[in-house]
């Protein structure tokens, strides 16, 4: 018998959906979420999983744009999002998709 694990894709998403459901306005987490989205990216353990990273990030995203309020905030929160986008633009695998 050979037993089928959860796929990548759905253990992201119980990481991170209940996580990013809960953070609305919390910049703190939301700056902690894109760490360990960029982290992830970098592993390039399976050239299919930044499709799954990258809907998480613009899920992250539009919840921080919908709920952060602070300028000053938001000019954090898209500091950290173009890091971690750079480097779904400039690694060839990453950026497919």
């Known amino acids: 018998m050979i037993a089928k694990g959860p796929s990548f894709e759905s253990l992201l998403s119980e990481s991170f959906d209940q996580i990013r ?3 609305s306005g919390n910049v703190a987490i939301i700056l902690r979420m894109l760490d360990s989205l960029q982290i992830l990216a970098g592993l390039k353990a399976n050239p299919h ?6 809907e998480q ?9 919908r709920t952060v309020k602070s300028i ?4 954090r929160i898209n500091t950290r ?7 779904f633009e400039t690694d060839p695998v990453l950026g497919e998709g």
């Open 21 to 23: 459901n809960n953070a």
């Open 49 to 54: 999983r930044p499709l799954a990273l990258r």
């Open 57 to 65: 990030v613009q899920l992250i995203a539009e919840m921080a744009e």
């Open 72 to 75: 000053h905030d938001h000019d």
């Open 81 to 87: 999002l173009a890091q971690v986008n750079k480097i």
